[in-house]
């Protein structure tokens, strides 16, 4: 049973103050994921992290795992966000090849955590009953801003085949990468990616 503390502290965590502190306790959170990985992940390494006990983050979220994931989420909208302006410079060139290739320097930049979003993944295979929602979620964030810079005209059947097969594309050549550490072959595969897009858009000409 809760305390009138308890109480109290969950009533002040649902006002602007206290979302707030929440958003500000995860942006700390997510700078050390995005630094560190996920090796050694917990409660009490993010309370470090944050500045603050282990008590105070469960005051603002439903355990370690409701953490993670929320700051892991923050990390793939970051990479998202930053690789479709790479996309949209790109699209001077006109071209769904070009855009998906302005997509790989984000998507590598450790910057945006992608170690830990690779890292994530195997989570979601290790222990799909726990973390399945790395995957279901990496999947809905991906697939729309892949559809979105697929040209419009396209009929939308087409549109999701060829966002589909990128996203599986550059799935397995940033988890090749992570594992591997093959960066020819890597690189191979991308531009084997882009040529299939080049043919799949001369379809249109």
Known sequence: MQSEHEKGYRRSAGTARGKARRQELLDRVVADLAEHGLVDFSLRRAARAAGTTHKVLLYHFDGADDL??????????????????????????????????????????????????????????????????????????????????????????????????VLATLRGLLLDRVTGGDEAGTAAGLRALVRALELEEARDE
């Not at 793939?76 to 699209?91: M, P, S, V």
């Not at 290790?126 to 809905?140: M, Q, S, V």
């Not at 005209?153 to 060829?162: D, G, L």
Request: charge should be positive.
């Open 68 to 165: 993670l994931v929320q700051a892991v989420d923050r990390l793939r909208e970051r990479r998202i966000d930053n690789g479709l302006a790479a996309a949209a410079t790109a699209a001077a060139h006109g071209t769904l090849a070009a855009r998906v290739g302005a997509l790989w320097p984000v998507l590598v930049d450790p910057r945006f955590g992608h170690r830990v979003l690779e890292q994530s993944t195997g989570l979601a295979m290790y222990d799909p009953a726990r973390y399945a929602k790395f995957g279901r979620e990496a999947t809905e964030q991906y697939l729309p801003a892949l559809l979105s810079l697929c040209p419009p005209a396209w009929a939308e059947a087409r549109r999701r085949e060829v966002a589909e097969m």
